[in-house]
Every structure is written in structure tokens, then in C-alpha cells.
């Protein structure tokens, strides 16, 4: 059977195994990434603010933004149309990293006369596996996903680009390794950031199978100068002179650094397990349970883990000769892991960071088949035989196992039943269970889930679940006190994260839009002030804190004390120099008569702000307005 068949068949599969999902729900950051297109198809805001106004990352993400309001404009705002777009892409990544990996193949002289076969149960196997699902599955990953091709688009140019430069087309090599490799990357940047890793890539490409070719070493020397090297040295530039813009938000977590390190080893060894032998029932979004590591032995599974990623290291580095595939493979994984699971304060563990890792691992363990004696004595079945049998078992694993989660993904309720069965001491999924339980008029759900939460050890949930469980008690139409909300905060930990950002908001929506008991907007803007004072120590700049201080401005304003307004919304205006909180600014200067002030001020925003930033514009006009009556 050709090559291409076999490719061609597993995407057409692919297709039918997730074909049930597509029409599943929005979750978690679809909504705040989707919401301007769905302003954009109103006529409320520019397409240009969609695109360019995303506050994902460091680069805001123009590219992926781009591809979602071309899905709104074919599809409209619907899950659909947005993974229907994600299947494309997911199908569009497996095509070019067909073209990758047989090129990878054709290296290995082992492998090279079977290359073509080879890249495709490879790339069929990535296809389908399940881990993959919640990718593709959930609108937003589109990102993760963008980036991978345009990673994967990078490699094939500098695998193309490797072999001009062995038969001494320099003038084809040098404008696909200087213009079009950069070009990819770029794109792959703009999608999602952790694209940087392509040009480490092409250095584990270079070690697995080019090492001993002296062919223009010149050229290969300039390319990971400019590509690794420089950027390397920048980064490690940052992180002496300016550490906080790249590892500052450890303030937000409940872990350190070197405990990210420490656990990242045990995820990564969790991903081996998963990428080899899916555990479909134990896999889905709630995995904001994985445990920090707090020491080596804390659990004993750090220790395990960094010694099994040593030893396999080692056998790699032992048998890159005999099998590049192998190397190759496995420091693919590795390096592609290098961004999400290195030192950034990021979360400790999700699925979708093995999206493009995935296809590494799963070279890894073809490129081992490269050990395999030739004339491997076998009484029934051929090698070749034998070898499409078990390619062609796990494929139907694969299917069968993806097949069951786009099932589960069809619903919320599904995706949340599999979530608590397997995680329920997660916090996102017990706030799920809250939503969809008030959102379904069933509050004695939302009660229970609250109460699971302040029953948890973790001090954070605890905090989170009593202060949400106020807000329901609001919502609920309870006589709520002053000394219950008191008691709430007085879990609140001493330093603020993400958590307990849109919970201290949503109470503050529901006293400022129904009233609560005895609780006025004056009272949770003096709660509000009292979790950032005990947050006192937390860096001014950490997002978390002057969000809450944003969150007080506004409180404080619609309690009428305008003096504690201005206060807090000039310690966040300092702090982040965020358009939304100088506007707020400019408008309480202006209400207050501070003329000058506000004056600076408005100049300021007007500068900054962006011509189609339509909101920002209106909000800006309301101060204006106040300016002029001064």
C-alpha cells in the first residue's frame, strides 16, 4: 500500500473520529478570546481591534486571532465554525509534518528505504491520538495549534534548505535559511509564542543527523548564531537585568520556581505515559490538581522521574549513531517541552502542551525499529507484516479512544462529569459545577460544589470557595452580614492570584446590581482593600494585584468615595500603565476637578491608544467631556 494511501486514509479517519465534537460548547478562555468577533459581526467594534487588541502573550497573538475572525466571517460566531477550523489545521499539521519527518527518515540509513511508509504511521498515529482532542477540541488551542505548523513549516524550510547546502546550492540554501525560515518563525511567534523553539529544533536535527557533514560549516555557524545563539543571549540578558518580566509572576502561584522545575519532571514522564499508552478516562482540562513538587522526595515520583529523563537522555545520546531517529525524537520532545515546561510561571500541567512534543516521541519510537535486526526471524508473520499489524492496532486504539472523548466533548456536563469523577479536587472544575448548576436554577449544586471547595486543604481554594460561597448566598436572596463577609476574606492568602480575581468580581457585580443583606458596595470595596493589604508584599506589578486594585477603584467609586477611588486606581495605573485603568483615572481626575491631572493624562491615552479601539475611545470621551465642563 503507497505511502500517501496510508497518510490520506488516517486523515479521512481523523475526520469521522471528530466530527462529533465540533458542535461542542465554548470553555474556559474561549469566551474572553472570542467575545470582540462577536462584537466584530455586531458592528461594534473594527476587525483590526479583534486582531490586534488581544492581550494573549507577549505578542498578542495577531495571527491566530486572524484565523478565528476568518472562521466567524465563513461560519459565524459558532463552536462549530471555530473547530471546524481546528480540525483543518490539526489535518493542514499533519501534512506538513508528513514532509518533515520523511525527510527526518530519509537520514537514517536504517530507515531511509522505508521513509515515506514510515512518516506516514508516524504522522497517522499523531493524527489520532487522543491526547490530541482536547486541541483541537477547544476553540482557543487554535493558537497552540498555528503554531505548531508554522514550526513544523520552519523545519521542513531548514531540512530543505540543509540538503541545497549539501549539494552546494548556496544561492538556494542561504534565502530559504535567512528570508523563509524567519518568516515561519514569525508567524509561528504571532500565533503563540512558544514557537521560539523551532530554531533549538533545527539544532537537535543537526546533531541527530548531520554532525559529521563539514559541508558550509560557515553558513550553518551564521544561521544558529542569528537564530539560537543571539536569542539565547537575550534571554539570559533579561533574566539578569530585568527578571521580573519573564519570571515575576511567581508571586501569583503557590509554587516556586525550582518546584516548577522539580515537578515538571514528573509531568513530562506523565506525558511519556500518555503519549504511549492513552489513559482517556483520567485525561480532559481539570488537571489544576497536579501536585507541586516541593522537594526531590516530595513526592519520591521527582526523583523517579528526573532519573528516568536521564537515563533515556543518556541511551539516546549512547545509540545516536545507530539510531539518529531515536535522538532525534526524544530531544524533540524535549526541547519542543522547553518553553511550557521551563522556568515562565506558567500552570504545571495540560494536556495540549504535547501537541507538537507528540510527534517526537512517536518518532522516537519508530526510530528505535532502526535497532531491529534485518533479518528478524518471524514464523508466521513478516517483519513488514508484523510491523503494519501493530501500527495498525494502536491506530485503532488511538481512533477508538478519540472517538470516546469527542463523545464526551459534545456537552459541558459530559466534560465536567469526567472531569470531577477523575479530578475532583480541582478548582476550575468545582467552579464549573457551580456555574452550570445556578445557570440550570439548581443552587443546592452550586452549594455543594462551594462546599467541596472550602473543604479543601489547599488555603487558596478554601478562599475562593468562601467568597464564592457569599456571592451565592447574594444570589440566593440570603440576609447576608457584614461578619460573614468578614469571615470570607479572612482566608484570603497573602499574595493574589487568578483565582480570586473574577470571584472578588462577580461579588462585587451582584451587591452593585441586586443588593445583598445587610452588604453595600461600600463594603465589599472595604473587603477588597483588606485582601490587598494583606497582599501588601506582593509586587504592585504582579496582573492579579492591580486587577483587584482596579476592581476596588471601581468598587470605591460606586460607594461614592472617590478619594480611596483615585487612590487605588493610580497605585494600578503605576503599576501596569493599563489603558482601561488610565481611563478610569483620567475620569475620576476629571470628576474631581483635578484639571491638570486629568489633562496629562488624557494626552497620555490619546497617544497610546489605538484609532480603532472603538471601547477605549467611547470611555476616553466620557473624560474629555468631564475635562471640558472644568
Not at 472562521?71 to 471546524?84: I, M, V
Not at 520552519?154 to 530559504?176: M, N
Not at 539516546?316 to 526541547?335: D, E, H, N, Q
Not at 508484523?386 to 479512544?401: E, R, V
Request: net charge positive; glycine share 8%.
Amino acid at each position: 500500500m503507497p505511502a500517501r494511501v496510508v497518510l490520506l486514509a488516517a486523515m479521512v479517519l481523523t475526520a469521522v473520529v471528530y466530527w462529533a465534537g465540533l458542535s461542542g460548547p465554548f470553555i474556559f478562555d474561549d469566551q474572553p478570546n472570542l467575545e470582540p468577533i462577536q462584537r466584530w459581526l455586531a458592528g461594534d467594534t473594527t476587525w483590526q481591534a479583534v486582531v490586534f487588541g488581544n492581550e494573549s502573550g507577549l505578542l498578542g497573538r495577531p495571527v491566530s486571532m486572524g484565523s478565528f475572525v476568518l472562521s466567524a466571517y465563513f461560519g459565524g460566531h459558532t463552536t462549530f465554525a471555530y473547530k471546524l477550523g481546528n480540525l483543518i489545521v490539526h489535518l493542514l499539521c499533519g501534512l506538513v509534518g508528513w514532509q518533515v519527518i520523511r525527510r527526518l527518515l530519509a537520514e537514517d540509513a536504517r530507515l531511509a528505504p522505508r521513509a515515506d511508509m514510515l512518516a506516514s504511521i508516524v504522522v497517522g498515529l499523531w493524527l489520532l491520538h487522543p491526547i490530541n482532542a482536547s486541541t483541537v477540541l477547544y476553540s482557543v488551542q487554535r493558537m497552540a495549534q498555528l503554531s505548531t505548523l508554522f514550526v513544523l513549516a520552519s523545519l521542513w524550510t531548514y531540512l530543505a534548505c540543509r540538503r541545497q547546502l549539501a549539494a552546494g546550492r548556496l544561492s538556494l540554501a542561504v534565502p530559504g535559511l535567512f528570508l523563509l525560515f524567519p518568516l515561519f518563525v514569525a508567524a509561528g511567534l504571532m500565533s503563540k509564542e512558544n514557537a521560539a523553539v523551532a530554531p533549538a529544533l533545527c539544532l537537535v536535527i543537526e546533531l541527530a543527523y548531520f554532525l559529521a557533514r563539514p559541508e558550509h560549516k560557515r553558513v550553518r555557524q551564521a544561521f544558529f548564531g542569528v537564530f539560537l545563539a543571539l536569542p539565547a543571549i537575550a534571554v539570559f540578558a533579561a533574566l539578569f537585568l530585568a527578571p521580573d518580566k519573564l519570571i515575576g509572576s511567581y508571586s501569583e502561584r503557590d509554587f516556586t520556581l525550582a518546584e516548577r522545575l522539580l515537578t515538571q519532571s514528573r509531568a513530562l514522564m506523565d506525558y511519556v505515559g500518555t503519549l504511549l499508552v492513552p489513559r482517556t478516562p483520567l485525561m480532559g482540562l481539570y488537571t489544576d490538581d497536579f501536585a507541586a513538587s516541593t522537594g526531590l522526595f516530595s513526592p519520591a515520583t521527582t526523583a523517579v522521574s528526573i532519573l528516568a529523563l536521564l537515563l533515556i537522555s543518556a541511551l539516546a545520546i549512547k545509540l545516536r549513531k545507530r539510531a539518529p531517529s531515536f535522538f532525534a525524537g526524544w530531544f524533540f520532545f524535549l526541547v519542543a517541552h522547553s518553553v511550557e515546561s521551563g522556568i515562565l510561571p506558567l500552570e504545571l500541567y495540560f494536556e495540549h502542551r504535547n501537541y507538537l512534543p507528540g510527534f517526537g516521541l512517536i518518532l522516537a519510537v519508530v526510530g528505535l525499529t532502526a535497532l531491529l535486526p534485518e533479518d528478524l526471524p518471524l514464523n508466521v508473520f513478516s517483519p513488514k507484516q508484523l510491523g503494519f499489524l501493530i501500527a495498525g492496532g494502536f491506530a485503532a486504539a488511538f481512533a477508538m479512544g478519540t472517538l470516546g472523548r469527542a463523545n464526551v466533548w459534545q456537552a459541558e456536563d459530559t466534560i465536567l462529569e469526567q472531569g470531577l469523577k477523575h479530578h475532583p479536587g480541582s478548582l476550575r472544575a468545582q467552579l464549573t459545577r457551580a456555574t452550570i448548576s445556578m445557570r440550570q436554577g439548581n443552587l443546592q449544586g452550586s452549594y455543594d460544589a462551594f462546599a467541596d471547595l472550602v473543604a479543601s486543604k489547599h488555603p487558596r481554594v478554601q478562599a475562593v470557595g468562601r467568597i464564592s460561597w457569599v456571592t451565592l448566598d447574594c444570589i440566593s436572596r440570603k440576609p447576608v452580614t457584614k461578619g460573614e463577609l468578614r469571615h470570607a476574606i479572612s482566608y484570603a492568602r497573602p499574595s493574589l492570584s487568578s483565582s480570586e480575581v473574577p470571584a472578588l468580581r462577580l461579588l462585587a457585580r451582584v451587591v452593585r446590581e441586586q443588593g445583598c443583606g445587610e452588604l453595600t458596595n461600600a463594603d465589599v470595596a472595604d473587603a477588597v482593600a483588606s485582601i490587598l493589604d494583606r497582599a501588601a508584599n506582593q509586587p504592585d506589578t504582579a496582573r492579579a494585584k492591580w486587577l483587584t486594585r482596579f476592581l476596588a477603584a471601581e468598587t470605591f467609586l460606586h460607594a461614592g468615595n472617590i478619594a480611596q477611588a483615585q487612590k487605588q486606581a493610580e497605585l494600578a495605573w503605576n503599576a501596569s500603565g493599563d489603558l482601561p485603568v488610565g481611563v478610569l483615572l483620567a475620569q475620576i481626575y476629571a470628576g474631581r476637578g483635578m484639571k491638570p491631572e486629568a489633562e496629562r493624562l488624557v494626552v497620555t491615552l490619546r497617544q497610546r491608544m489605538k484609532p480603532y479601539d472603538k471601547t477605549g475611545q467611547a470611555e476616553l470621551a466620557k473624560a474629555e467631556a468631564l475635562l471640558a465642563k472644568l
